[in-house]
């Protein structure tokens, strides 16, 4: 799992998804941040977060079996840091690494009409030209139906008002219902090949 997060709403969210992967009997959840990026240079010169799971190496992606992608929304797109992670995937894609795996996104914003939705559809862009599979939240689950917060069939969300906002009953299931579906898709496949 992959993700951004400046408040904390993200990095919960994560944490939900990845008792969701775990939750899946020989699945295991491997969390990474991206660390920021500056205006008067490409990337932090932090070369390791304070506390929190470790930052990413693009090469990293190539192992795993799946990839569960967040970001907070900024003006209904993904936050700079992991778009700036996203552009230094190149390598992966002449390679085809990420071909044929399964992968999911995830998103808070502070408002419901914060781009949840928009967010969420703009991750997937790069996902699908690295060939991945993408995997949402169908409606069978009962949270995606039955929310007054977040969540979507295109991922899992947050509402985050105010900010700071413990993630509500809907949006944690939603999330680990999102961590299990990943797991489960990973596992198939890479059983199949």
């Known amino acids: 799992m992959l993700y951004y997060s400046r408040h904390g709403s993200v990095a919960a969210l994560a944490e939900r998804i990845a008792e969701g ?36 190496e693009p090469d990293e992606l190539s192992a795993c079996d799946g990839l569960i992608l967040g970001s907070p929304a900024y003006f209904g797109s993904m936050a700079s840091p992991l778009k700036h992670f996203l552009e230094q995937t190149s390598p992966l894609w002449l390679s085809g690494a ?27 862009k790069p996902l699908l030209h ?49 961590g299990r579906r990943v797991a489960k898709l990973a596992l198939r496949l890479k059983s199949s090949s």
């Open 21 to 56: 992967v775990e939750s899946v009997s020989g699945a295991l959840a491997l969390l990474r941040r991206v660390p920021e990026v500056s205006p008067r240079t490409e990337q932090s010169d932090d070369p390791l977060p304070i506390s929190g799971p470790p930052y990413a």
């Open 130 to 178: 690295h060939g991945m599979l993408i995997a949402g939240l169908p409606y069978s689950e009962p949270a995606v139906v039955n929310t007054r917060s977040g969540c979507t069939p295109y991922g899992a969300s947050h509402h985050d008002h105010p900010q700071g906002a413990p993630l509500s009953e809907d949006e944690v299931r939603c999330a680990r219902a999102l």
């Open 98 to 124: 990420l071909i044929d795996k399964p992968a999911a996104v995830f998103t808070s914003a502070s408002s419901l009409h914060g781009g949840h939705e928009s967010v969420l559809l703009g991750m997937i």
